[in-house]
């Protein structure tokens, strides 16, 4: 269930606005390794994106990355039985949901991932959400201006 990584000019926010779990980063490198492993990805584009993805994510400070907590993780167990997650996926929206119940009712915040079971799981549970894969590029601007 890895997020993905879009530009800054793919989304048109800024970056200060991006948010990601650590959880979800470090299965963004798993994907990365799967990829590799599969000959998908010479060594050399792994290499890069390894690197762009964590000066992007985890060295940029206006990027932020949330903690998944304790209390994420027993979260996730209600939803683990109401969605048919696995324990990760489920950390990841019951830690996102603690974030957007923080924010104010005009904050527009949106999960961005590729894994239908948890972008379901997600809607069910009242979150916005984007699968990247089946969007066409230029239909993201339009997407995030009609939150």
Known sequence: SADVAFAEADFAVARAQMI????????TCAV????RNADTLVA???????SALRTEVVDDPDFGVLAVEFDDILGGIDLIDRHNL???????????????????????CLLVAADQRL?????????????????????????????
Not at 32 to 35: C, D, I
Not at 44 to 50: G, K, L, N, Q, V
Not at 86 to 108: C, E, I, K, R
């Open 20 to 27: 990601t779990s650590v959880l979800s980063y470090s299965e």
């Open 32 to 35: 990365l390794v799967r990829k």
């Open 44 to 50: 050399a584009t792994f290499s890069a994106a390894r």
């Open 86 to 108: 696995n324990s990760a996926d489920a950390s990841v929206p019951a830690s996102f949901l603690g974030f957007v119940q923080a924010q104010p009712a005009t904050t527009a």
């Open 119 to 147: 972008l379901r799981a997600a809607q069910a549970e009242g979150l916005r959400t984007l699968n990247p894969e089946p969007t066409a590029d230029a239909a993201v601007p339009a997407f995030l201006a009609a939150l």
